[in-house]
């Protein structure tokens, strides 16, 4: 079953002179339980891409079908509630409300939604120790470090069970260590806790971590291949990859 379809996609930014294309005319497809990663050069429309599929941005033609819905023709109401129920977002610096603790970061989607806190609580310490932050649950961003911090971000995420997760270059303020600890993770909302994720990377190290990589050049898709999963030479096929397209 496809849970995300964009169907012949455009964005446009400016007017007359100054117009950019970000993306266009794009085909895609995302089956459920699929970890996508979207590679390209700076500037082809990969975080775009993202925004348009998460509902962050509006297309300037096409469309974007999630779950069967097309989200291009929703009000903007029940855009946020699908966003804030089918959707978990992961972005580069990671977000989290600096004056609350991962505890309460973790909940707050849920907070926002109307759930009981002592319930949304529960739900953020559970998600927290899935992702080895349960002794860290009392400590302010400020407190933990880069690492650390995505994993509070991912829990958030995670915490109202999405369908899928829409992580936009979420190692690039990471070192590699970290970096490949945060792409496991988010390997294990696939193959453990059963979610789709698409995520915009310009590593073929982390994007080594993906079943499938769709390649975008000039706003366009150019490449969309298949991973033979768990092969150690995933990197360095997809390395060759890009220095060719």
């Known amino acids: 079953m496809s849970i995300i379809q964009v169907k012949e996609l455009s964005k446009v930014y400016g007017e ?4 950019v294309t970000a993306l ?15 590679m390209g050069p700076s500037g082809c429309g990969k975080s775009t ?33 699908l966003r804030r129920r089918r959707m978990g977002f992961v972005f580069q610096f990671f977000n989290l409300i600096p004056v609350l603790n991962a505890k309460e970061n973790a909940a707050l989607p849920l907070i926002l939604d109307g759930v009981k806190p002592e319930t949304a ?32 971000a991912i829990a958030r995420a995670l915490v109202a069970d999405p ?13 590699s260590k970290s970096s490949d600890e945060i792409a496991g993770l988010l390997r294990h909302a696939v193959s453990d806790w059963g979610r789709t994720v698409l995520m915009v990377t310009h590593d073929p190290r982390i994007a080594a971590y993906a079943d499938r990589i769709v390649f975008l050049k000039d706003g ?7 991973l033979d999963a768990g092969n150690a030479d995933n990197s360095r096929l997809l390395k060759e990859k890009v220095n060719l397209l």
């Not at 005319?25 to 979207?38: K, N, P, R, T, Y």
């Not at 366009?220 to 298949?226: G, K, N």
């Open 16 to 19: 007359g002179n100054s117009t």
């Open 24 to 38: 266009n005319v794009i085909d895609l497809s995302v089956e459920q339980g699929q970890f996508v990663a979207v």
């Open 49 to 81: 891409l993202l925004h348009l599929i998460g509902g962050l941005d509006r297309p300037t033609s096409g469309s974007v079908w999630i779950e069967g819905k097309d989200i291009s023709a929703m009000k903007d109401d029940s855009l946020t509630e």
């Open 121 to 152: 609580y529960a739900r953020a310490a559970e998600w927290l120790e899935r992702n080895q932050m349960g002794d860290r649950l009392n400590h302010r961003p400020d407190q933990l470090s880069g690492g650390q911090q995505q994993r509070v």
């Open 163 to 175: 369908v899928m997760l829409l992580a936009d270059e979420p190692t690039g303020n990471l070192d």
């Open 220 to 226: 366009r898709v150019v490449d969309d291949t298949l």
